[in-house]
């Protein structure tokens, strides 16, 4: 007996902008769990930016999603049925089963998650992936120290909301940058950075040099690099000798957008070199082992309330695209959730 499911498939390889005909939502015949398999029901869809990357068929970390295949994504679901040993009926788990309503895994791929320590769909974001990147960033690429100055950008989103309040916790002077009025008056008023820069009202990355030198009025000692473009070109500048920056993300040059903002080469490699500063890229995959560490120190942060988080949440599989295309473009305002199913 088959589960009648809904999926979300790519149905076109983006030409530069992903657009909604790349994305298409259909009806699959879910199968039942082989041995050592569990049917999962999917309650929450986590949407993450590089996902973009996954439709491009390019030379990556990570395989491209085929045409026709489901698109990749964590969710946090309900057992259905299970023949693995370590789940029963009822469990709340997480892996990575795609942006499918129903899906069928490999138990060894699941985690469980209590209920009862945080609200489910955390996994997906300050007690998950992106959670864990921001800490492994501050922590593991940075090397943070009390009293210096950090930068971090797209500073209210998923990432950057728990590396600003990090950073907060570890006594250093935060500076965020993020889209608009709202997302800078929740970054100060609530993650607690000490400034936040509106990139909106920055007309290039000289504005937003100017801008970082005020907030920053002793120079920048470590850049959390989440997006690019005139962001990097405004920070570069301001960076102190020996400053360090972890390259996280470049969403603004995303799918080939806004190539003309940034740096210009030269003037990004002569600060490298004038500033002997360190720039060290990190794909989170590799950090994996440090999740129980991240777990033990953060989960507690946010159990009191030191590490506060915010969700965009979109109902129904079917309005997944659409929501994925809107936070590329910062439409979202912390972790981007899709609630697929109900939480029991
Ligand atoms: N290295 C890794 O292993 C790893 C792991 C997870 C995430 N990441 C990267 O970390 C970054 C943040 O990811 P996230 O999941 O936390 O997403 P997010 O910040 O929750 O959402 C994306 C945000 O990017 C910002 N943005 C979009 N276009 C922009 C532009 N042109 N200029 C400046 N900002 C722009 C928007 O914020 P504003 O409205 O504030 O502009 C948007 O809300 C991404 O670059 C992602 O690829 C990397």
Redesign the pocket.
Same mark, same amino acid.
């Given at each position: 007996m088959t589960t009648e499911a809904t999926r979300v498939v790519l149905s076109a390889r983006p030409q530069g902008a992903a657009t909604l005909d790349d994305l298409r939502h259909e009806p699959f015949e879910c199968p039942d769990p082989g041995d050592g398999q569990v049917l999962l029901r999917t309650i929450w869809l986590s949407l993450?930016?590089?996902m973009r990357g996954r439709m491009d068929d390019a030379k990556s970390y990570a395989t491209p999603v085929g045409l026709g295949e489901v698109m990749t994504g964590q969710t946090v679901g309900e057992v259905i049925a299970s023949r693995h040993k370590d789940f029963a009926p009822g469990d709340i788990a997480t892996g990575m089963t795609g942006w499918t309503d129903h899906a069928v895994i490999d138990g060894g791929e699941l985690r469980k998650i209590d209920p009862e320590v945080a609200p489910i769909q955390t996994a997906l974001g300050v007690l998950g992936?992106?959670g864990l $990147?921001a800490w492994t960033g501050v922590n593991h690429i940075l090397r943070v120290e009390s009293g210096k100055t950090l930068v971090v950008?797209?500073?209210?989103? !998923? &990432? /950057?909301s728990v590396a600003g309040q990090l950073a907060k916790a570890k006594g250093l002077h935060s500076v965020g940058v !993020?889209?608009?009025p709202e +997302?800078c008056a929740f970054a100060t008023d609530e993650l607690g950075y000490d400034a936040c820069i509106d990139?909106h009202a920055q007309a290039d990355g000289k504005a937003m040099a100017a801008a970082i030198a005020d907030a920053a009025s002793d120079g920048v000692d470590y850049y959390f690099e989440? &997006?690019g473009?005139k $962001?990097l070109a405004g920070v570069i500048g301001n960076m102190n000798d020996h400053g360090a920056i972890a390259i996280? /993300?470049? #969403? !603004?040059w995303y799918g080939g957008?806004?190539l003309d903002e940034g740096p210009q080469m030269p003037m990004l490699w002569r600060n490298m070199l004038t500033r002997k500063l360190r720039a060290e890229g990190? #794909? #989170?995959?590799d950090h994996w082992h440090r999740f129980p560490d991240f777990l033990n120190e953060v989960a507690p942060m946010v159990a009191d309330g030191r590490v506060s988080y915010r969700e965009s949440v979109t109902e129904g599989l079917e309005n997944a695209p659409a929501a994925f295309l809107d936070?590329?473009?910062?439409?979202?305002f912390? +972790? $981007?959730l899709v609630r697929v199913g109900a939480d029991p």
């Open positions: 993450d930016p590089y992936m992106p $990147t950008s797209a500073a209210t989103g !998923a &990432v /950057g !993020a889209g608009g +997302k990139h989440n &997006v473009g $962001t996280c /993300g470049m #969403i !603004a957008k806004n990190f #794909i #989170i995959y936070m590329l473009q910062g439409g979202n912390g +972790k $981007t």
